[in-house]
């Protein structure tokens, strides 16, 4: 687990929305090294082979018993257990049987370079993007003294924590910061309100452990 806490700044039913403010937020601490990733949980084939079309970059990844493949050589496991790429997904439904939800994912790619594809093609399905290596600035005033390692923020769709353990017909904007607890208090909490009154937003929930 790492040592930073997210906090919800926003939530809406429109997807379009979400990312829009979402960019707003990161594009406040964003700097030269920022990256994205994205995930995906993709509960039928149907939605698989939809995402493939939808998406060009990423890897699809199927479900695995606890212990299913122990001893089993990696070359040795279904390819899709061990992840392939679009072109690379099996073209019979039975390869399926078993190995669903699947999970899509793409890490460390270019801001701008997937978030709009992801958020036309998520539907119905739970997923998150987050960027990262974003800076955080000081406010002195406030007795903030900026941050980089923990400043992310996360886009969450059809869900409300980072877990993806709590669909939800809508979508949440996460803010993050370095967790500081003194006394059992999240002393950085004032600063998550900071930041995201600086882009006009308010922490509208609690904060989730990351």
């Not at 930073?4 to 429109?14: E, L």
Request: proline share 7%.
């Amino acid at each position: 687990m790492s040592n930073d806490v997210a906090y919800p700044v926003f939530r809406t039913p429109d997807p379009a929305l979400a990312l829009r403010t979402a960019r707003r937020l990161m594009e406040f601490g964003r700097c030269e090294h920022s990256e994205v990733s994205a995930y995906a949980e993709l509960s039928s084939v149907a939605e698989v082979r939809r995402m493939a079309k939808a998406m060009s970059q990423g890897r699809f990844c199927g479900a695995s018993e606890p212990d299913e493949f122990e001893g089993v050589p990696f070359e040795d496991q279904p390819a899709l257990v061990v992840g392939v790429e679009a072109s690379g997904l099996p073209a019979e439904e039975a390869a399926f049987e078993g190995r669903l939800p699947v999970e899509w994912e793409v890490w460390n790619l270019p801001i701008g370079s997937i978030e709009a594809d992801l958020t036309a093609a998520i539907g119905t399905n739970v997923g998150l993007i987050n960027w990262d290596a974003l800076q955080w600035p000081a406010a002195p005033e406030a007795g903030f003294h900026g941050e980089s390692k923990h400043a992310e923020v996360t886009l969450l769709f059809n869900t409300c924590t980072r877990e993806l353990d709590e669909p939800t017909d809508d979508h949440t904007v996460l803010v993050h910061v370095r967790s500081a607890v003194f006394d059992g208090r999240q002393t950085n909490e004032p600063y998550a309100h900071w930041l995201a009154a600086q882009v006009g937003l308010t922490v509208i929930g609690p904060a989730q452990r990351c």
